[in-house]
């Protein structure tokens, strides 16, 4: 199976259900939210673990009970996972058609310790897949160190999506759930609030007339380690073709002493629609430590020379959006 990097806008947060090891018997997952469950349908997943060649398996077996189209469901459909904390490991499974929901796909991580294998968590997202932009159906998170997969090695275990507009309200209960996963070594981020320093873009193509349109958003968690208090920085974003010559640039104005600033200023490229596949934009935050010198907090890049998969698929949703804004957030490269 296939990896890749999928942008998230947000946390997922959710209730692991009935989870079963494969001789029936019920293990119950100490995961009460009081957060209330809509009809969205459920994953079967089954998780094998080998204590011996420390590798660990999972399965994205089947959806069911899942709503239909008026209900807010799709006709397609499609299973992408995350592994929590840290989210490097990124799966998505084959589209399926909602009348036969049976994936049957396998991924597997190697060097998995069971130290690391009680702080790893699994968080799952059903994306309706459309025409233009995929839309998010129901999520649903399970901690390992709940379910004990050193005593229980196989399990099957069925998970209870929730909606998406019940996720924000669940975003205090995944931290207390899963902030004991991070410790202070860690470079794992949970949320916007986790410790990686991350910057929240929007970008916009208008093809009839050639202009993108990018939106530095805010950021969060920048910090420079030799200060001992928040950095006065801005963002500088350069167009480059695709020979990485320079096509245009712009920056944001400085804030200071902002640890998550707010910038919310909009900047405008001129770029033909055949080039739009050829240019690459490089965004990067800067701490301004005095009027002439500057130094590079951290750096992503989109377009044809992205710095990630999920810093490349937000540079497609934009250009199958048609004009609609796309926003993200996207990890900083640190410098």
């Not at 998230?8 to 009081?34: T, Y």
């Not at 050193?150 to 209960?173: A, F, H, S």
């Not at 410790?183 to 050639?210: C, F, K, R, W």
Request: hydrophobic share 35%; glycine share 6%; aromatic share 6%.
């Amino acid at each position: 199976m296939s990896s890749s990097m999928l942008e998230e806008d947000e946390v997922a947060v959710a209730i692991a259900a009935k989870p079963k090891s494969l001789d029936g018997e019920s293990i119950s997952l100490s995961m009460d939210s009081g957060l209330p469950i809509s009809a969205c349908g459920m994953i079967d997943i089954a998780l094998q673990y080998s204590l011996s060649d420390r590798k660990l398996q999972i399965t994205i077996i089947e959806a069911k009970e899942l709503p239909s189209k008026d209900r807010g469901g799709a006709s397609i459909i499609q299973v992408r996972a995350v592994m929590l904390p840290a989210k490097r490991k990124r799966y998505k499974t084959k589209v399926q058609h909602i009348n036969a929901p049976r994936f049957a796909e396998t991924f597997k991580i190697s060097q998995v310790s069971p130290e690391d294998l009680r702080r790893m968590g699994l968080r799952l997202r059903l994306y309706g897949i459309g025409q233009v932009r995929d839309r998010l159906i129901g999520e649903t998170t399970v901690r390992f160190d709940e379910l004990n997969l050193i005593r229980e090695p196989q399990l099957t275990v069925t998970l209870q999506l929730e909606p998406r507009t019940n996720v924000n309200r669940g975003d205090n209960y995944e931290l207390s759930g899963m902030k004991e996963y991070v410790d202070s070594s860690s470079v794992a981020t949970l949320t916007h609030g986790g410790s990686l320093p991350e910057i929240l873009l929007a970008l916009a193509y208008n093809q009839m007339t050639g202009r993108l349109s990018v939106e530095v958003v805010k950021g969060s968690h920048f910090r420079n380690l030799a200060l001992p208090k928040p950095p006065d920085t801005f963002v500088k974003l350069v167009l480059l073709n695709s020979s990485c010559q320079e096509m245009a640039q712009s920056k944001t104005t400085v804030r200071r002493s902002q640890p998550n600033p707010v910038f919310k200023e909009t900047f405008y490229f001129q770029i033909a629609l055949f080039q739009l596949s050829e240019v690459s934009l490089m965004v990067s935050v800067y701490c301004s430590k005095t009027i002439k010198k500057k130094e590079m907090l951290g750096w992503i890049s989109l377009g044809q020379n992205s710095s990630s998969e999920a810093d490349e698929q937000h540079w497609v949703e934009m250009k199958e959006a048609k004009g609609s804004t796309v926003s993200r957030w996207h990890t900083l490269i640190e410098s």
